[in-house]
């Protein structure tokens, strides 16, 4: 730990001495909360402009599912952003649910069939994701590039049909 009070002591450009931040620990909750409050607003902005940029068209799920992925491709902070509030603090951020009640009731407006249309989005969400969170090595296997166009034209190809099928499948339900 000496080695950061050295480090904290040095005096930058300005010459000013920010002195030892061993003793800023009283503030940390503060901190802590400010990095907390930048996430959720990082997060609200990220999907608000996912949800406008793509947004879900019941009519062609496949095809959204397809333009979710460029969405992704293009914007990968998104995904990263989403993912790591999964993974790690899952209550933090905007209430999300009235949106995604608004996605399900497009899609199953009858109560009844709501939990078949929870199921269903989440499959397309997951796949639309899916390949940006896929190891390397898994896209890798077939000795192509798998950031190259010519891969991802090929697995967007794949994607919306097998969304085609998944969403036919779920008429049949």
């Given at each position: 730990?000496?080695?950061?009070?050295?480090?904290?002591?040095?005096?930058?450009?300005?010459?000013?001495?920010?002195?030892?931040?061993?003793?800023?620990?009283?503030?940390?909750?503060?901190?802590?909360?400010?990095?907390?409050?930048?996430?959720?607003?990082?997060?609200?902005?990220?999907?608000?402009?996912?949800?406008?940029?793509?947004?879900?068209?019941?009519?062609?799920?496949?095809?959204?599912?397809?333009?979710?992925?460029?969405?992704?491709?293009?914007?990968?902070?998104?995904?990263?952003?989403?993912?790591?509030?999964?993974?790690?603090?899952?209550?933090?951020?905007?209430?999300?649910?009235?949106?995604?009640?608004?996605k399900v009731?497009?899609?199953?407006?009858?109560?009844?069939?709501?939990?078949?249309?929870?199921?269903?989005?989440?499959?397309?969400?997951?796949?639309a994701q899916?390949?940006?969170?896929?190891?390397?090595?898994?896209?890798?296997?077939?000795?192509?590039?798998?950031?190259?166009?010519?891969?991802?034209?090929?697995?967007?190809?794949?994607?919306?049909?097998?969304?085609?099928?998944?969403?036919?499948?779920?008429?049949?339900?």
């Amino acid at each position: 730990m000496h080695i950061f009070r050295g480090v904290a002591r040095t005096e930058p450009a300005g010459g000013k001495d920010f002195g030892d931040p061993f003793e800023l620990r009283g503030r940390q909750p503060q901190l802590g909360s400010s990095k907390e409050n930048l996430f959720a607003v990082t997060l609200d902005r990220e999907l608000t402009a996912m949800a406008q940029a793509v947004p879900v068209d019941v009519d062609d799920l496949a095809g959204w599912v397809g333009r979710l992925f460029d969405y992704h491709r293009e914007h990968p902070s998104g995904v990263r952003i989403s993912l790591w509030r999964e993974l790690e603090r899952p209550d933090l951020g905007p209430d999300d649910a009235r949106v995604y009640a608004e996605k399900v009731h497009a899609i199953a407006p009858s109560t009844d069939q709501r939990a078949t249309a929870i199921d269903l989005l989440v499959l397309l969400y997951g796949m639309a994701q899916s390949w940006f969170f896929t190891p390397m090595g898994l896209r890798r296997v077939d000795g192509c590039d798998p950031l190259s166009d010519d891969r991802i034209r090929l697995h967007r190809s794949v994607l919306i049909a097998v969304a085609s099928a998944l969403v036919d499948k779920h008429r049949d339900l």
